[in-house]
């Protein structure tokens, strides 16, 4: 099961993880990793993009609940 992000460290940056998967798609891209390498790379840009993916999720959820209260008073 996938972590919330306010299990994962506190440091946790949603843009810095972008900007993390943008640099290793450009590596990647790049043609300059061996095969292993680009393996690694692509395992951990799947996994910030999970984070990142979840992190929207709970700020939708959040902005939900925010819209359902404003129209509830």
């Known amino acids: 099961m996938m972590k919330s992000i306010d299990e994962l460290d506190s440091e946790w940056n949603y843009e810095a993880k972008v900007a993390e998967v943008e640099a290793i798609i450009?590596?990647?891209e790049a043609g300059?990793?061996?095969?292993e390498e680009?393996?690694?790379?692509?395992?951990v840009a799947?996994?910030?993009l999970c984070e990142c993916?979840?992190?929207?999720r709970e700020r939708q959820q959040e902005v939900?609940?925010?819209i359902e209260?404003?129209?509830d008073d």
């Open 64 to 66: 939900d609940l925010l």
């Open 53 to 56: 993916e979840n992190f929207l």
């Open 26 to 28: 450009a590596n990647i």
């Open 38 to 43: 680009v393996f690694e790379q692509f395992a």
């Open 69 to 71: 209260n404003l129209q």
């Open 32 to 35: 300059k990793l061996e095969l």
């Open 46 to 48: 799947v996994k910030s």
